[in-house]
């Protein structure tokens, strides 16, 4: 198993500029979460999907930030327009809903805005 | 508000040492508590919790819930090295399946 899979790894992007995450969920899990790490407020979750719907988004900053699910396996996170408060490293995780609580982390994506 | 709080915020052991790290959490019902352990990239998962009482063990490391005190501990025993990461707690609530995390406890484990 490959396990949770996100692109790009590092971007480096102009403030203004509109960013676009990626992640590929482990194969059969049906809930993938979308999570945002800086040393400020550590591992705070922006949204979560259930079997492609989005169920939570409370965590989501503000309308520059989105997230789609259009199917099983492929989710993406935008930024548009992206801001330098943005840098962060951003997490894909997932795992299946009733399967019990564990997550499972993709590598992550290191976002620096200039 | 939910809330998981975890202390100490860093510590500095010598290798061979013991390491017992604290995670606190005030969650309306409450389902499970995991920890997690995190080095240079993603966070891997180490226990999780749902009954007070019962301890959960992998090699060095171990963990308990106490449901009464809304508490955990994770122990590492005779620390190496290689146990040097970020350690993270999370609560799950028994309605919906998000994870809420803590902000983590640095641990170096030094020579």
């Known amino acids: 198993d490959a396990g949770v899979i996100q692109s790009p790894r590092h971007e480096v992007t102009e403030m203004g500029q509109e960013v676009t995450l990626r992640c590929k969920p482990i194969?059969?899990?049906?809930?993938l979460f979308w999570y945002r790490q800086t040393m400020m407020r550590g591992l705070e979750l922006l949204i979560y999907?259930?079997?492609?719907?989005?169920?939570?988004d409370s965590g989501m900053p503000e309308d520059r930030f989105s997230a789609k699910m259009p199917n099983a396996s492929f989710s993406t996170l935008k930024i548009q327009p992206s801001e330098p408060r943005d840098s962060a490293v951003y997490f894909c995780?997932?795992?299946?809903?009733?399967?019990?609580?564990?997550?499972?982390f993709g590598q992550g994506t290191r976002l620096t805005v200039v | 508000e939910d809330k998981v709080v975890q202390s100490p915020l860093s510590l500095v052991v010598h290798e061979g040492d013991t390491v017992t790290l604290n995670c606190s959490y005030e969650?309306?019902?409450?389902?499970?508590l995991l920890w997690y352990k995190q080095e240079k990239k993603a966070p891997t998962f180490l226990f999780m919790l749902?009954?007070?009482?019962i301890e959960k063990k992998s090699g060095r490391l171990s963990s308990i819930l106490d449901k009464k005190e809304l508490s955990s501990i994770l122990n590492i025993t005779a620390t190496q090295t290689g146990d040097s990461a970020i350690y993270l707690c999370?609560?799950?609530?028994?309605?919906?399946?998000?994870?809420?995390f803590g902000g983590g406890t640095r641990v170096l484990v030094k020579p």
């Open positions: 995780a997932s795992s299946i809903v009733g399967g019990g609580d564990k997550a499972f």
């Open positions: 194969s059969g899990h049906n809930s």
């Open positions: 999907f259930n079997n492609n719907v989005p169920i939570d």
């Open positions: 969650v309306t019902n409450f389902r499970s």
């Open positions: 749902t009954s007070s009482g």
């Open positions: 999370a609560v799950v609530k028994a309605a919906g399946n998000k994870l809420t």
